[in-house]
Nanobody, 120 residues
Framework: HVQLVESGGGLVQPGGSLKLSCAAS????????MGWYLQAPGKQRELVAS???????NYVDSVKGRFTISRDNAKNTVYLQMNSLKPEDTAVYYC??????????????WGQGTRVTVSS
């Protein structure tokens, strides 16, 4: 069984910064792609950024130049540094990881979500 636990959300003023973390634990053999998604009220969950096991990154246009995704493979952890935050970044942010365990086939797991609120 694999668990993803996010942390780092909170309330921040426009223009401020937050850093989200997501740590994976369990009987992990290997983690492939990891990513961050957001879900705003009344909207579908959508991809914000992703990173491959080799470090290749991908961002949605609205966060390019403001957000940076990174990972520490030794710690099975992915991060999202969010700078120059805007009110429209307000959402619940979810971590996602493609994980191969010793008992189960390759599948995607989700964290429980961490809320980010950008408001003055």
């Amino acid at each position: 069984h694999v668990q993803l636990v996010e942390s780092g959300g909170g309330l921040v003023q426009p223009g401020g910064s937050l850093k989200l973390s997501c740590a994976a634990s369990g009987s992990i053999f290997r983690i492939y792609d990891m990513g961050w998604y957001l879900q705003a009220p009344g909207k579908q969950r959508e991809l914000v950024a992703s990173i491959s096991s080799g470090g290749t990154t991908n961002y949605v246009d609205s966060v390019k130049g403001r957000f940076t995704i990174s990972r520490d493979n030794a710690k099975n952890t992915v991060y999202l540094q969010m700078n120059s935050l805007k009110p429209e970044d307000t959402a619940v942010y979810y971590c996602n990881a493609e994980v191969l365990t010793r008992a189960d086939p390759l599948q995607r797991y989700w964290g429980q979500g961490t809320r980010v609120t950008v408001s003055s």
